[in-house]
């Protein structure tokens, strides 16, 4: 009589484990689960103050720059767009699905006023990069003490 032997896993049992207590998580606090594909979400982003300019850098992967949208008013900026998921296709299983799709939206509070006309905005790698121009009135001035003698 053969005997097939299975040999144990225990970081197979963990990552298992790991999985169902994410879903159980997400379900409990009302978050989609990781395996839905469509849904809103919102990009990481970075803002930084010079003294002229104020910065906003933001995550936006897999993205068509015409897909992305930027407004600009005198203390916000807001982007938004859409990443749209691949055609599915009959012949293809798949196993695993946490790239997040569908509509998003920002909407970024700014420290000071910009002159929104003169924003200059690139796109590289995956990071959108907008540069707002300060506006002469959020500019910091330098103001001479006078001593009096």
């Known amino acids: ?65 015409e897909d992305i949208k930027l407004t600009v008013t005198d203390d916000t900026v807001t982007i938004s767009g859409e990443r749209r998921h691949e055609e599915e296709q009959k012949e293809k299983t798949f196993h695993r699905i946490e790239r997040i799709y569908g509509k998003f939206q920002r909407t970024i509070a700014l420290p000071a006023d910009v002159e929104g006309d003169k924003a200059r905005a690139s796109y590289k790698a995956g990071v959108l990069e907008l540069v707002l121009p300060k506006s002469a009135k959020a500019k910091a001035h330098e103001i001479q003490i006078k001593t009096e003698e």
């Open 1 to 65: 009589m053969a005997r097939n032997l299975v040999t144990w896993d225990p970081f197979r049992e963990m990552s298992t484990m790991r999985e169902d207590m994410e879903r159980l998580f997400d379900t409990m606090v009302g978050r989609y689960p990781r395996e839905r594909t469509e849904g809103f979400w919102a990009p990481s982003v970075d803002v930084e103050e010079s003294s002229d300019a104020i910065t906003i850098r933001a995550e936006v992967p897999g993205m068509k720059k």
